[in-house]
């Protein structure tokens, strides 16, 4: 666990955990289930950092021999907030995040992956994707773990020990998790 980050509106604490790459793969990664799921998602086709990909994903992790798995969990300062919020309430952790895994597969020359959902770096529903041209921040946009196959409440609970929460009756969960990796060929890289 590295230290926590926090400001008015939450506190975040970060896990992390260097495995073999085949390990996750045999254990955590389902293509077939989850690339049914990415098909019904309305970002499906239209992100750069969301499938179909023009490459072969399993291929391309398997270039890796290890893997670090970085959990963020986010606590809400106000638990009585709308789950609409949850978006804003994480970008800055998302933020953080993925400035760090885009510093580290530099350093390493790794792949990392990184929480999709919708883009850091172009306003929503202004990606270039849906028009045949070429992604305008292809430095900084990564797939997903789950846009890459793997099982994310399976990884979060075996490997962390803790769960996937969804809000009720619209409002945020206690927490929020975001998950991420770096594919990398060291025998550990530190978060």
């Keep these: 666990m590295k230290d926590s980050q926090s400001n008015n509106q939450y506190t975040a604490k970060d ?3 260097n495995l073999s790459v085949e390990e996750y793969i045999s254990k955590y990664r389902n293509a077939d289930v989850f690339a049914k799921y990415c098909v019904e998602c309305k970002n499906y086709g239209k992100s750069w ?11 391309r992790l398997r270039k890796y021999d290890n893997v670090l ?6 606590f809400p300062s106000d638990t009585d907030l709308s789950i609409d919020v949850s978006r804003e309430l994480i970008r800055p952790e ?6 760090r895994l885009l510093e580290l597969e530099s350093k390493y020359k790794g792949l990392s992956a990184a929480y999709v ?7 929503e529903g202004t990606c270039t994707r849906p028009y045949g041209k070429a992604c305008r921040h292809p430095e900084c946009v990564r797939p997903s773990l789950e846009g890459y ?20 009756n619209e409002k945020i969960p ?7 990796a770096l ?8 978060f």
Excluded: A, M
């Design 15 to 17: 896990f992390f955990i």
């Design 49 to 59: 950092g969301c499938p179909p990909f023009e490459f072969d994903v399993e291929k």
């Design 69 to 74: 798995l970085v959990v963020t969990q986010i």
């Design 94 to 99: 998302r933020i953080r995040l993925e400035r």
């Design 117 to 123: 959902g919708s883009c850091l770096y172009c306003p």
């Design 149 to 168: 196959g793997f099982d994310i409440g399976k990884t979060t609970k075996e490997l962390f020990d803790l769960e996937l929460r969804w809000g009720s």
């Design 174 to 180: 206690e927490y929020l998790l975001l998950v991420c």
């Design 183 to 190: 594919f990398h060929n060291e025998n550990s890289v530190e």
